[in-house]
């Protein structure tokens, strides 16, 4: 554990050298007060538990794939009020919401997605306060039309014209693909908008919260079955998402949320992009604990980063146990890539399940599962559960919670 404690200071000066700025505080909504969530992550840094998401600012090459080339163009909408606000909208407690609903402007939306711009007559925000913030942004509770549903804000910042144009594009980029998901594991859109001084973004609100809260709740154990059917949740999604040419980039815990029928909605693609054939994909995107190594070793990659992060989050499932918990974000990423330590799959763990898992965070992404061989895989557990496992029920308490894999 000392050496890689060493390592990981190591790691963390190469990537200060490097000009990355690391984020040692949490960058997801684990532990807030308001347990359903639209956990978005890439509106500023948010510090509310551990886990070290690291982002890059080179959005630029996003606009490279044909899919996207109209981003330039879907930033074109006007804004009433000359496209300067006097609004303030500094970070306060309710400064955000108002600028949203101050009826003094006209609601805009983005150009050839004006279908998706909401109607603020229809959005109730209530007096909720919100439940998870960053430097730019903040996420609340509401209704729409009677819908519960999760409303990011964010602002629009007013000196520095290189962060605006970032996070517009970022803002736009998330609409366009938000706007063409429609699957029953994937969290749905609702709508955005555009004020004076703000963006803001709809989806509906999973009321079970993320399965990370679950799994911190509930000390008694998971069901085996609903790990399985949770987790064939998350892989169609995920297979959906996949073959429309998308890559997640950020899959882990904390962005799959529970619906009240316990079926899981995959959230947060404000990390997501186009899949691109080439070494211009933007590195250090995601969250350490579930990151693959070749992203954070700045090295091309592909669809298969997502299936790694599934692997981790399937042993999440058979666990309960946050992974790499002893080690810090970057320590278990030194880890990860250094020595090959990967998490403990439990001695009880049924075999096709740790060969799911082993082959989905396998170093080599070539040796990685589709996540349509991951379905397939899982449904024969489904089976083999009726058959031979009808009451399964377990959760292991591991004193080493890591081990070389």
Known sequence: MMDIARGADQFLDYYYKLGFEVEESNMSVDSTSDSGAFPTTNFGRMS????????????????????????????????????????????????????????RYSTEGLKDYEDWTLDLRRLNMGRSRAFARGSFGKLYRGTYSGLDVAIKLLEM??????????MEQQFVKEVMMLSGLCHPNVVRFVGDCVKPGV?????????????????????SGMPLKLVVKQALDVARGMEYVHGLGFIHRDLKSDNLLISSDKSIK???????????????????????????????????????VDVYSFGIVLWELITGMLPFATMSPVQAAFAVVNKGIR?????????????????CWDTNPDVRPSFT?????????????????????????????????
Request: net charge neutral.
């Open 373 to 405: 061989e991951v379905i397939k895989m899982l449904e024969g557990v489904q089976s083999e559960i009726l058959n031979t496992v009808r009451r399964a029920r377990f959760r292991c308490c591991l004193s080493r919670p890591m081990t070389i894999d």
């Open 48 to 103: 509310i538990d551990n886990n070290s998401s690291i982002g890059s600012n080179n959005t630029h090459a996003l606009l490279s794939h044909q899919a996207l080339q109209s981003i330039t163009a879907a930033c074109s909408y006007s804004v009433v009020g000359s496209g300067v606000s006097k609004i303030s909208h500094a970070l306060s407690d309710d400064s955000l919401a108002q600028a949203l609903m101050d009826i």
């Open 343 to 359: 998490p403990i799959v439990p001695s009880d763990c049924i075999p096709t399940l740790r060969d799911i898992i082993t082959s």
């Open 157 to 166: 910042p007013e000196n520095n014209d290189q962060q605006r144009v970032l």
């Open 199 to 219: 963006w803001c973004i709809v989806t509906e609100y999973a009321k079970g919260g993320s399965v990370r809260q679950f799994l911190s709740r509930n000390k």
């Open 266 to 304: 995959i959230a947060d693609f404000g990390f997501a992009r186009i899949e691109v054939k080439t070494e211009g994909m933007t590195p250090q995107i995601g969250t350490y604990r579930w990151m693959a190594p070749e992203m954070i070793q700045h090295r091309a990659y592909n669809q298969k």
